[in-house]
């Protein structure tokens, strides 16, 4: 598992889809997953300071976790099947860990309401975790690289093929305050 951070969450210009950038706490690898925008708007309040009138869908389930008397101890991005993305919230209630899956976008409204920290598994960065160059913030894919799964290994072009669909849209985001932090 590796911690990861929420790093933004951007627009398509090309077609107003979201998608919410993680970023590796230790490293510059980041892993973008597209988001629905009521998820997107849910993520972006709670980092934004945002107060609401009333709660959210995300305010309540963690209302109702800590009143049946459970914690949530920390969100997992687990698995990465047929370009969608798997999670896990993690809950701690009598002394044991319980499992919950999830889509990744509620795990994460979770996770920035109650400030635990957010991990991805190894074989999901490997998949899905992409470089981006500083300057342009488009992706960067070493020309002759080859990348080892599981049980095999993909050469760059076959890895260019696989990930076109999010080259393609990280391509038509706006990055232009990408490495510009809030404080």
Known sequence: ??????????????????VVILKEKISDRYLPIWIGPAEA???????????????????LLNSVIDTLGAAINSIIVNDLK??????KVILDIDGKQIEVDSRPSDALALAVRTGVPIYADDSVLEKAGIMLDGETGKPIFEEGEEIKGKDSKVSDAEMKKKMSAFYDFINTLDLDDF???KS
């Open 179 to 181: 490495d510009k932090r």
């Open 41 to 59: 708007d849910a993520i972006a309040v709670k980092l934004q300071g945002v107060a609401v009138p009333r709660p959210l869908t995300h305010d």
């Open 1 to 18: 598992m590796i911690e990861m951070t929420i790093d933004s969450i951007r627009v398509s210009l090309m077609n107003y889809q979201r």
């Open 82 to 87: 047929n370009d969608t993305f798997y999670a």
